[in-house]
């Protein structure tokens, strides 16, 4: 596969000759055709089921946590989170978590309950030329630049040789003890505030909520230590966790994601850190990895 890296800083870059005057990111997006958005792998949504109605679903990132993302899909498969998981932890400008909470619930068959930390994505043993590596002007507070990578942000360290996935709002990491824990997956939580950078390289990022952020965002802030539910009534109980290729064709979910590699991409990115439309007085120049996500929708019929 080919692993082309773009920068978040290549947005300063207009790409090609005048963009159309007070043009938007929305209304790039919008624009964009068809040939240049990537479907989701369905085995790589997560869809979650809330016993008080709605769904969240999560793509997956099995190319930067595999083996974390492995235990996922084996812990969906066999209904380990349809014995009690709920949320149960709230912590306003922080994260959504939940999981069984510390229930002693079987491990199904093929489960690593120490998985490696998969903190940090090795690119040392993948051809320079494949990377596409493109250093870019603006910095990034927590690594030496960031970009994006297969179409998902990444921070990137020690000139190239590594990237992580940042803890961006809506991002979803696993939730781990002091190490050597890593977390085996079974404990997950989501960003719904102001990116915690200080988290990367240092739980392991597994994906991005894609739909549904409000089924974790918009619930009771708990009022106990770190936000936990200090009742477990008022816990948030879970129906359901499947994959979407473990539902029927008909009634799976889909979407799809705009491909980076792309000319609307890259006009996309240029227009988060340049706005010039009606409302701005002055453009920013820049443009923060976590304020400017993949583009990603419902896919058509």
Not at 19 to 44: F, K, S
Request: contains cysteine; glycine residues 8%.
């Amino acid at each position: 596969m080919r692993l082309s890296l773009i920068l978040a800083g290549l947005a300063c870059a207009a790409p090609g000759s005048a963009e159309p005057a007070h043009q938007t990111p929305a209304e790039v997006i919008a624009a964009a055709p068809a040939a240049e958005w990537r479907a989701i792998d369905p085995a790589d949504l997560l869809v979650i089921d809330f016993a008080d109605g709605g769904r969240s679903i999560i793509q997956l990132a099995p190319s930067f946590a595999p083996v974390h993302v492995a235990n996922i899909r084996a812990l969906a498969k066999s209904g380990y989170w349809a014995k009690g998981a709920a949320i149960y932890r709230v912590q306003d400008n922080y994260v959504t978590q939940w999981g069984l909470n510390e229930a002693q619930v079987p491990l199904p068959a093929g489960v690593v309950k120490l998985p490696p930390a998969e903190y940090l994505r090795d690119l040392t043993g993948e051809a320079a030329s494949d990377r596409g590596v493109k250093l870019a002007p603006f910095a990034d507070s927590y690594a030496d630049k960031a970009g994006f990578l297969e179409n998902w942000p990444v921070a990137v360290h020690a000139s190239g040789k590594s990237v992580s996935i940042p803890h961006c709002y809506a991002y979803v990491g696993v939730a781990r003890d002091l190490a050597p824990d890593t977390g085996m997956g079974g404990e997950l939580y989501a960003v719904i505030g102001h990116a915690p950078r200080q988290l990367d390289r240092n739980i392991a990022i597994v994906g991005r909520v894609v739909d549904g952020m409000d089924r974790l965002s918009a619930r009771p802030r708990g009022q106990g230590a770190l936000g936990i539910y200090d009742n477990r009534a008022s816990d948030i109980p879970i129906a359901s966790v499947r994959l979407a290729s473990d539902i029927s064709v008909a009634d799976r979910p889909a979407y799809e994601m705009m491909d980076q590699a792309s000319p609307s991409f890259a006009r996309y990115l240029h227009l988060r850190a340049n706005r010039r439309d009606a409302f701005y007085e002055m453009p920013a120049g820049g443009v923060d990895i976590c304020n400017a996500p993949v583009p990603i929708r419902k896919k058509a019929s």
